[in-house]
């Protein structure tokens, strides 16, 4: 669960950060957004391992013990279609990637529980 909150606050970070490297595509600084792009997608794609993998070998740590599985899985399968809206977006360098990265950050909070909780 760490794992996934620190992952989720990182694509939130790079999310949030992507249109000011964005506006200076073109310019000399171009790299850095070619640089942006694949943190985000190699963010994203972390998160679906990572996501996956807690599926594959115990769901129920995810959510709680008592939580039925396909609520589980549906929950996961929504998470899933959401990093694939966001690697989408980095690559098409959208402007809406930020919304979408704070929509996906509170999508994890509601499902597994504050960002950080773990650590308090």
């Given at each position: 669960?760490?794992?996934?909150?620190?992952?989720?606050?990182?694509?939130?970070?790079?999310?949030?950060?992507?249109?000011?490297?964005?506006?200076g595509?073109?310019?000399?600084?171009?790299?850095l957004?070619?640089?942006?792009?694949?943190?985000?997608?190699?963010?994203?794609?972390?998160?679906?391992?990572?996501?996956?993998?807690?599926?594959?070998?115990?769901?129920?740590?995810?959510?709680?013990?008592?939580?039925?599985?396909?609520?589980?899985?549906?929950?996961?399968?929504?998470?899933?279609?959401?990093?694939?809206?966001?690697k989408?977006?980095?690559l098409?360098?959208?402007?809406?990637?930020?919304?979408?990265?704070?929509?996906?950050?509170?999508?994890?909070?509601?499902?597994?529980?504050?960002?950080?909780?773990?650590?308090?």
């Amino acid at each position: 669960m760490d794992t996934i909150a620190q992952l989720a606050h990182d694509l939130e970070w790079l999310g949030r950060e992507a249109p000011l490297y964005s506006r200076g595509a073109g310019l000399p600084g171009a790299a850095l957004t070619i640089d942006r792009q694949r943190d985000i997608l190699r963010t994203a794609e972390k998160l679906e391992r990572q996501l996956k993998n807690a599926i594959r070998y115990n769901p129920n740590p995810l959510v709680g013990v008592d939580y039925p599985l396909d609520s589980i899985l549906e929950s996961i399968a929504d998470l899933l279609a959401v990093i694939e809206d966001i690697k989408v977006s980095a690559l098409a360098a959208d402007r809406n990637l930020p919304a979408k990265v704070k929509q996906f950050c509170a999508m994890i909070q509601n499902t597994f529980g504050p960002m950080g909780a773990e650590a308090a």
